[in-house]
């Protein structure tokens, strides 16, 4: 059996997506949106709007997991206190994939400071 997971959309459902963003940002005029992937990308430069961007990397279990592990967690908590500060906040968010959300956190963190 094949696997449906991070099934890419058809162009239908792409398209059927632009208009429903449009007319949901139309509504909730955001100040500033925070994204990711390639699809979102192009559903949010279909619709043009005056918000500011930020574009993070593919959250992918797979993707993260080939670059999480390089790098100790205790390192990175101690180079981005913020995600250090959720963590001990919220341990119930990093019950499963710990490595990875905390991995894809410190980027989120470094994204939004540059």
């Given at each position: 059996?094949?696997?449906?997971?991070?099934?890419?959309?058809?162009?239908?459902?792409?398209?059927?997506?632009?208009?429903?963003?449009?007319?949901?940002?139309?509504?909730?005029?955001?100040?500033h949106i925070v994204a990711c992937g390639a699809k979102a990308r192009k559903i949010?430069?279909?619709?043009?709007?005056?918000?500011?961007?930020?574009?993070?990397?593919?959250?992918?279990?797979?993707?993260?997991?080939?670059?999480?592990?390089?790098?100790?967690?205790?390192d990175l908590l101690a180079r981005f206190p913020e995600v250090e500060q959720v963590a001990?906040?919220?341990p119930e968010w990093l019950q499963k994939f710990r490595q990875n959300k905390i991995f894809f956190?410190?980027?989120a963190v470094c994204v939004a400071k540059s």
């Open positions: 059996e094949k696997s449906t997971r991070n099934k890419n959309p058809s162009a239908e459902l792409v398209n059927h997506s632009i208009g429903f963003w449009k007319d949901s940002l139309s509504i909730l005029a955001p100040k949010l430069e279909s619709i043009q709007g005056t918000w500011k961007q930020t574009w993070l990397k593919s959250p992918s279990p797979l993707m993260l997991s080939r670059v999480s592990g390089m790098f100790p967690e205790s001990q906040a919220h956190a410190c980027h």
